[in-house]
Structure formats: structure tokens, C-alpha cells
């Protein structure tokens, strides 16, 4: 026999699975499957179709019982039943994974499948419609295809007018991303500003406030002048040495040495000494313009000034070009 | 001697019951699932005893001088096997035991997959798969496959059932393996 066994060969094996043939039939189909290897493989195989309609729910009730009774007589039988349940189970599975994946990617196209849940046993009605039954269907079937192209269009126009509407969407907020990054580096700015400038008060209060702080000194600035008129003395530590009082706010001291007028040198050098010996000031080289009203002003700070005694020694420049004592001069400071 | 004798009885039946098996143990195995379906589809309880009983008998016989004619070899397997499942029968009978049938488990079929089962089937070639997933999830699809595969309806089924068979042996491969 060929592998395509012909309807009447497949009936007689089903009818030999569900021990529905004769003894005689029986022993035929037997003895063919011993001798033929590709029989036998052909009834397996129908064995597999019936297990198959077994397990789908797909037999009558009376073939079902037969067939219960078939595939649960032994343990072996057991096994191949579980084994294709299981089969189908993981065929199943492996659908509605697959399935789940490929809805995500599914279009329009796919969606004919949609309608597979109508039930196998509806196609029993069709043949019962007439020729204006099958019109009417034929109209449906236009006007659905008609609503379908119309939605597929619909769903175009729509589809691209929310990717318009997604795109503005998405530049609009592009730029407030952008104006708003724009705007904290303003205000970055503006408050790096604002502490240079917070910096820049402080540092000025500061210095104002140093300012303030020396404006008593600029007072005390040696602006007042403390003035002494000196007279020659002969006497060492004489009696008749005058004290110069010296106040905080003295800056400078005018020295008036009275001299003699009929004597008059070319040049004039003057020193300041403490009565220990200590030079405290001197300057050589004076010209006698300096000498007004017989006297000679000298003007010093008063800082170099000290609680001491100090002499004032004047010489002149005589006409053989030595320097001449012409006088002392004594006094005291005391602050 | 005896032993050399009984292999040669052995080995000379399977080549000839199956002259086409690739070798004597694969003779032997198709020849012994041929009878193991033998009894099962006469709804015995034990096919897998009664097979071996089958085969141990024509042995015995075969080693007695028993001739078996070449042209039908399997005349005289079919007669031993039809005697075993008389006194199956009869043995049955006395027993008094009745055919134990449990009612079918309706459990859920998701339940019972295992590791084995989704092993195999990833190992099939994708067509296969393919061939199964249509053949399984919708019966209507079974007559549109045939058609573009240009098959009938039953070779179609002849397909799916080879690639069964290839799925049972590795699953039984793989069971036999994860125990071991």
C-alpha cells in the first residue's frame, strides 16, 4: 500500500483502533501490520490523529468512550496519550509566547486572523443559505471590507497626525528644556553677580570702616607745631635750659636759635645731640638766608623728640674755611 | 555451543522478520513494538509482558526446529501472539479481574509539560515546529497545510506522527539521561 492511504483504508484503520471491525477484518488489519512496515506506520499514525481528536474533545461520545478505553488500557498506552498531551500543551505554550511577542509587532494585516474564533461547527450553517442569503452575506462582507479600508485609512491619518502632534510636542519641549537651562544660567549668573558684589560692599565697608578707624590719626598728624625760642647758652646743664612740652597731637616742633647778627658765616652746620652724646639729628650747610630776625628756624618732627635733655651745638664757616663754634643751645622735651 | 547456537537462532529470526532494520537489535525492537501494539490495540492491560512472551515462545520455538516460511514470516508470529492473547484472556477470565480502565484525568495540559519535552522541541528544525503549532492550534489549518505541502490529509498526519516519534525518543533519551 502507498503511503497516501485512501479514505476507505484510513475508515478501516480508525474502525480497527476503536474495535469496531469484525474478527475477520480484525485479523486482516493485523496480520498487515506484522508483514508491512509502512501499514504500520500508517496506523500509528491514525492511532496519533485519534489520540489527537481524543484529547481536543473532538470525538463523538460513543468513539470518545472507545477511545478512553483504547488510550488508558495500559500503562504503555498511558504514556503515549500523556506524551502527546504534553506535546500539545508545550506546541500551545510556545504559541502564546510567540504570539504575545509578534502582537506587539502585529499590523492590520494580520488582524484577518481575528475572526478564527468563530467556532469550526458554524461552517455546518453555510451550506443551508440561498442564493440571496449568500448575496447578502457577499454585500456584508463588502460593506465590512469597505469599513475596514476606510478605518485603515482613518487610522493612517490619525497614526500621522499624532506623530505632527507628538513631534511639536516634543520640540516644544525641547525648547522650554533649553530656555529653562538658559534660565538657571542667568540666574547662575545673577547670583555669582550678586556675591561679587556682596564681596565687593563687605571689602568697602571695611575699608570705610578702616578709613574711619585712621581718620583720629590724619587728626593727630604733626599739623601743630610746637614752637620754642632758644637763646645761647654758656653752661653746661645751665640753669637757665628751657623745657619744650611736647602733646599727642605735636607733629612737628619749630626751633627759633637766637644768634648773634653782627656775626655772620657763609654756611652754618647745626647738630642735635642728647646730653649722653647720642646725635639724634644734624644737617651741615645751611645758608644764612635761613636767619630771619636773628633768628635760625629749624623745623623737625616731633617724633624724633623724646623725654630727654638735649644741646644744639651751631658752627659757622669762617673765612679760612674752618668750621667755627659759634653757640649752644639747651632745653628739655617732656611729653 | 548452545549459547553460539541460541544467538544464531537469534539473530537469523530478526533478519529475517525485519530485513530492512539497520541491524538485529533494531529488528528486534521494531519487531517487539510491533507486538507491543498488537495487544494494545486489543485493549490489553499488558502489552508490554505479552509482547515478550510472544517473542520468547517463537524463540523457543524457533530453537525447537520450528521452520518459518520466508515469504510470510510473520504468519507464524501473528499465531503465537494470537495464542497469548487467548490465554491472556483466559487467565483474565479466572482472575476475575476486569479491565482496570481509569477514567481519563482531565488535568490541565499545561501542567504537564516538563524540561525533557521543552528540550526536544527546541531541538526540532523550525519548520517542525512550525508544522506542529498549526497542526495543534487549529484543526481547520490541518487540510491547508496538506495543500501547500501537496500532501494528503494522512500523509500530512504520517509527518506529524514521524516527528512524534522523533520527540518520544528524545524525550525518553532525555528522561533516561536527567535520571541517570
Not at chain 2, 81 to 103: Q, T
Not at chain 2, 145 to 161: D, K, T, W, Y
Request: aromatic share 8%; glycine share 4%.
Amino acid at each position: 500500500m502507498s503511503v497516501s492511504m485512501n479514505a476507505k483504508t484510513d475508515d478501516l484503520i480508525t474502525r480497527f483502533l476503536l474495535g469496531e471491525l469484525s474478527d475477520e477484518e480484525r485479523t486482516r488489519v493485523e496480520e498487515r501490520f506484522l508483514a508491512d512496515n509502512e501499514f504500520f506506520e500508517e496506523v500509528l499514525s491514525a492511532e496519533d490523529a485519534l489520540m489527537d481528536q481524543y484529547l481536543l474533545g473532538q470525538l463523538s461520545d460513543e468513539h470518545r468512550k472507545r477511545a478512553q478505553a483504547l488510550f488508558h488500557s495500559s500503562p504503555g498506552q498511558k504514556r503515549e496519550a500523556q506524551f502527546t498531551r504534553d506535546l500539545i500543551a508545550s506546541v500551545r505554550e510556545a504559541h502564546v509566547e510567540s504570539s504575545s511577542t509578534a502582537s506587539a509587532n502585529s499590523d492590520i494585516g494580520n488582524s484577518a486572523r481575528a475572526f478564527s474564533f468563530i467556532p469550526p461547527g458554524l461552517k455546518n450553517f453555510l451550506p443551508h443559505f440561498n442564493a440571496t442569503g449568500w448575496l447578502v452575506i457577499l454585500l456584508g462582507c463588502l460593506a465590512l471590507m469597505s469599513c475596514l479600508l476606510y478605518l485603515y485609512s482613518q487610522k493612517k491619518d490619525w497614526e500621522a497626525q499624532r506623530a505632527a502632534v507628538e513631534r511639536s510636542s516634543q520640540e516644544a519641549r525641547e525648547k522650554l528644556s533649553e530656555e529653562m537651562l538658559n534660565k538657571a544660567e542667568l540666574s547662575r549668573q545673577l547670583e555669582i553677580e550678586k556675591e561679587k558684589r556682596a564681596q565687593a560692599e563687605e571689602k568697602a565697608e571695611e575699608l570705610a570702616a578702616q578709613m574711619r578707624a585712621r581718620k583720629p590719626d590724619k587728626i593727630n598728624r604733626p599739623d601743630t607745631i610746637t614752637s620754642i625760642i632758644l637763646a645761647p647758652t654758656t653752661l653746661e646743664r645751665g640753669g637757665n635750659s628751657k623745657t619744650l612740652t611736647l602733646k599727642a597731637e605735636t607733629g612737628r616742633v619749630q626751633l627759633q636759635l637766637e644768634l648773634d647778627e653782627s656775626q655772620r658765616y657763609s654756611q652754618y652746620n647745626i647738630s642735635l645731640t642728647t646730653f649722653d652724646g647720642r646725635r639724634v639729628w644734624s644737617r651741615n650747610s645751611m645758608a644764612p638766608s635761613q636767619i630771619k630776625q636773628g633768628r635760625l628756624n629749624l623745623v623737625l618732627p616731633a617724633s624724633l623728640l623724646e623725654y630727654e635733655d638735649y644741646k644744639i651745638e651751631l658752627k659757622g664757616l669762617s673765612e679760612n674755611g674752618d668750621f667755627v663754634h659759634v653757640a649752644d643751645y639747651l632745653f628739655k622735651v617732656r611729653r | 555451543m548452545e549459547a553460539d547456537f541460541g544467538q544464531t537462532v537469534f539473530t537469523k529470526l530478526f533478519q529475517l522478520l525485519e530485513p530492512d532494520a539497520q541491524s538485529i537489535k533494531e529488528g528486534f525492537q521494531r519487531c517487539r513494538y510491533k507486538l507491543f501494539k498488537f495487544f494494545a490495540w486489543r485493549y490489553c492491560e499488558d502489552p508490554d509482558n505479552l509482547a515478550d512472551e510472544t517473542i520468547s515462545r517463537l524463540l523457543k520455538n524457533v530453537r525447537g526446529g520450528q521452520e518459518i516460511l520466508a515469504d510470510n514470516p510473520y504468519s507464524y508470529v501473528y499465531a503465537i501472539a494470537s495464542n497469548v492473547f487467548k490465554e491472556y484472556l483466559r487467565a483474565k477470565k479466572k482472575g476475575g479481574v476486569l479491565l482496570d480502565i481509569d477514567e481519563v484525568r482531565e488535568t490541565p495540559v499545561a501542567a504537564a509539560v516538563d524540561d525533557c519535552q521543552k528540550q526536544c522541541l527546541e531541538q526540532l528544525s523550525r519548520e517542525k515546529r512550525e508544522l506542529l503549532a498549526r497542526y495543534y492550534l487549529d484543526d481547520d489549518e490541518r487540510d491547508a497545510i496538506a495543500q501547500e505541502q501537496g500532501l494528503s490529509l494522512n500523509a500530512l498526519r504520517l509527518q506529524v506522527h514521524r516527528i512524534k516519534h522523533g520527540l518520544r525518543r528524545c524525550r525518553e533519551d532525555c528522561q533516561k539521561h536527567s535520571m541517570s
